[in-house]
C-alpha cells in the first residue's frame, strides 16, 4: 500500500497533464499532505488548503467539497505516481524489490507520517476507509501478477491466491511501523519477503485452504 515514494509528485518519469487544472490539482494536494503530516486528518480545512496551494477557496470547493473527497483524490493521485512492479522473473526478487519499495515508503519520515495519518482516519471515516482500501486494491493489482507468472513457472502450487501473498509481504512491515518504535531497516523487508515466499511455495495461500 505501496508505496508511494515520497515525492509521490517528483517521482522521476512521471508525467503529470499539463495546464492550469492540472496545476491547481497538484498545489491542493500537496497542500494536503502538508496539513495531514502537520495536523493529521483532523486538521484539515478545504479553506486552509486553497490558502497554502494558492488558489482560490471557490475552485476548492467546487472540485473537491469534502476533506474526505480531497483525501480520495489524493490517494488516487498516490496510486497514479507509485513506482510499477518489479518484472525480474524471479519470484524471490519480485517480491524483495516489492517489500523494500514498502520500506522506504515508510521509512520515509514525511510519507510514514502521511500514511500514519491516512490510517487513523480511515479508522473514524467511511469516505477515507473506503479511498484507502481502493488505494491498496490498486497496488495488490498491480504486484499480483508476479505470483501468477511464479505460479505458471511452475514455482508455488496452481491454486495459489496472488492477492495473499502480496499482502502477507507488506503485513510485517505495516505491522512494525504501527505497533513499535524499531526502525524500519533493509533487513526488515528481506525477512517479510522470505516469509512469505515460504509461506506461499508451502501451501499458505492456496485457494482451497
Same mark, same amino acid.
Given at each position: 500500500?505501496?508505496?508511494?515514494?515520497?515525492? $509521490? %509528485?517528483?517521482?522521476?518519469?512521471?508525467?503529470?497533464?499539463?495546464?492550469?487544472?492540472?496545476?491547481?490539482?497538484?498545489?491542493?494536494? /500537496?497542500?494536503?499532505?502538508?496539513?495531514?503530516?502537520?495536523?493529521?486528518?483532523?486538521?484539515?480545512?478545504?479553506?486552509?488548503?486553497?490558502?497554502?496551494?494558492?488558489?482560490?477557496?471557490?475552485?476548492?470547493?467546487?472540485?473537491?467539497?469534502?476533506?474526505?473527497?480531497?483525501?480520495?483524490?489524493?490517494?488516487?493521485?498516490?496510486?497514479?505516481?507509485?513506482?510499477?512492479?518489479?518484472?525480474?522473473?524471479?519470484?524471490?526478487?519480485?517480491?524483495?524489490?516489492?517489500? %523494500?519499495?514498502?520500506?522506504?515508503?515508510?521509512?520515509?519520515?514525511?510519507?510514514?507520517?502521511? =500514511?500514519?495519518?491516512?490510517?487513523?482516519? $480511515?479508522?473514524?471515516?467511511?469516505?477515507?476507509?473506503?479511498?484507502?482500501? /481502493?488505494?491498496?486494491?490498486?497496488?495488490?493489482?498491480?504486484?499480483?501478477? !508476479?505470483?501468477?507468472?511464479?505460479?505458471?513457472?511452475?514455482?508455488?502450487?496452481?491454486?495459489?491466491?496472488? =492477492?495473499?501473498?502480496?499482502?502477507?509481504?507488506?503485513?510485517?512491515?505495516?505491522?512494525?511501523?504501527?505497533?513499535?518504535?524499531?526502525?524500519?531497516?533493509?533487513? !526488515?523487508?528481506?525477512?517479510?519477503?522470505?516469509?512469505?515466499?515460504?509461506?506461499?511455495?508451502?501451501?499458505? =495461500?492456496?485457494?482451497?485452504?
Amino acid at each position: 500500500m505501496s508505496d508511494a515514494p515520497d515525492a $509521490a %509528485h517528483e517521482q522521476p518519469g512521471t508525467v503529470r497533464p499539463g495546464g492550469r487544472t492540472a496545476r491547481v490539482r497538484a498545489a491542493v494536494l /500537496r497542500a494536503a499532505e502538508d496539513a495531514l503530516v502537520e495536523r493529521g486528518f483532523a486538521g484539515l480545512d478545504l479553506g486552509d488548503l486553497a490558502q497554502r496551494a494558492e488558489v482560490g477557496r471557490t475552485t476548492v470547493y467546487r472540485r473537491w467539497g469534502s476533506t474526505t473527497a480531497l483525501v480520495a483524490d489524493l490517494l488516487a493521485d498516490m496510486a497514479e505516481q507509485s513506482l510499477p512492479r518489479s518484472r525480474s522473473g524471479s519470484l524471490t526478487e519480485d517480491l524483495r524489490a516489492n517489500a %523494500h519499495l514498502v520500506r522506504r515508503t515508510l521509512a520515509d519520515p514525511r510519507q510514514g507520517a502521511l =500514511f500514519r495519518a491516512v490510517l487513523l482516519a $480511515a479508522d473514524g471515516d467511511r469516505g477515507t476507509a473506503e479511498a484507502l482500501h /481502493r488505494f491498496y486494491r490498486r497496488r495488490v493489482e498491480e504486484w499480483a501478477p !508476479c505470483v501468477t507468472e511464479a505460479v505458471e513457472r511452475g514455482e508455488l502450487p496452481p491454486d495459489t491466491d496472488p =492477492f495473499e501473498v502480496i499482502r502477507a509481504v507488506s503485513a510485517p512491515l505495516y505491522y512494525r511501523m504501527l505497533t513499535t518504535a524499531e526502525p524500519l531497516d533493509e533487513a !526488515c523487508a528481506d525477512r517479510a519477503a522470505a516469509a512469505a515466499e515460504a509461506a506461499a511455495r508451502a501451501g499458505a =495461500f492456496r485457494r482451497t485452504a
